[in-house]
């Protein structure tokens, strides 16, 4: 049964970048046509995608965060990791890593979340 | 940006009625439509892929229409579990969400 775990700081200050891994078990991150994402919701909000990476490193952004978002993937490990920079208090939210298949896709196999808040 | 509008916002149903729930679509996203349930504390949980294939192990109670802008996802007979937040998604153009419809015990 493949399994995802997100793993990072609970807290990070404003204008610091947020740094957060994801871990999956159970099945192979280099397995073809499978994308992984990160996604966040903010307290009592909807969901907000962040953006996906593929295996080979190709990545892809949501248009809004682009400018301060990096997802990066280290297939040794079956990790892969989100940087969002510049963060501000509207940046807290659950985040959550998830699968999907094709460049976008709906996400099959979700994390169990990790809350990260921003405040000094 | 595809914006997804989801209604009602809210809907208060007892154990056994039907729930019908919409998402509309700000302009066409084919059949490229899902639709997601999630508990308190939980991660969403995949219902229903491309606006009307369940997923793996999803009762047969769960089924979803549509196409274009607008969609409906049904349950046919609540059960207890059932009382969530139901969130559609949209493939189209990126990944979007809609704002959820919140399924509560009257």
């Known amino acids: 049964q493949l399994q995802l775990q997100e793993s990072g700081p609970g807290l990070v200050k404003p204008s610091e970048t947020l740094s957060l891994t994801c871990t999956v078990s159970?099945?192979?991150?280099?397995?073809?046509?499978?994308?992984w994402a990160w996604i966040r919701q903010a307290p009592g909000k909807g969901l907000e995608w962040i953006g996906s990476?593929?295996?080979?490193?190709?990545?892809n952004y949501n248009p809004p965060l682009k400018s301060r978002v990096t997802i990066s993937v280290d297939t040794s490990k079956n990790q892969f990791s989100l940087r969002l920079s510049s963060v501000t208090a509207a940046d807290t939210a659950v985040y959550y890593c998830?699968?999907?298949?094709?460049?976008?896709?709906?996400?099959?196999?979700w994390g169990q979340g990790t809350l990260v808040t921003v405040s000094s | 940006e595809i914006v997804l509008t989801q209604s009602p916002a809210s809907l208060s149903l007892s154990p056994g009625e039907r729930a019908t729930l919409s998402c509309r679509a700000s302009?066409?996203?084919?059949?490229?439509l899902a639709w997601y349930q999630q508990k308190p504390g939980q991660a969403p949980r995949l219902l229903i892929n491309?606006?009307?294939k369940r997923a793996t192990g999803i009762p047969g109670r769960f089924s979803g229409s549509g196409s274009g802008t607008d969609f409906t996802l049904t349950i046919s007979s609540l059960e207890p579990e059932d009382f969530a937040v139901y969130y559609c998604?949209?493939?189209?153009?990126?990944?979007?969400f809609g704002g959820g419809t919140k399924v509560e015990i009257k």
């Open positions: 998830a699968r999907h298949q094709g460049v976008v896709g709906a996400n099959d196999y």
């Open positions: 998604q949209q493939r189209s153009t990126w990944l979007t």
């Open positions: 990476i593929y295996y080979t490193g190709s990545t």
């Open positions: 491309d606006a009307s």
């Open positions: 302009q066409s996203v084919g059949t490229y």
């Open positions: 159970g099945g192979s991150i280099s397995t073809t046509s499978y994308y």
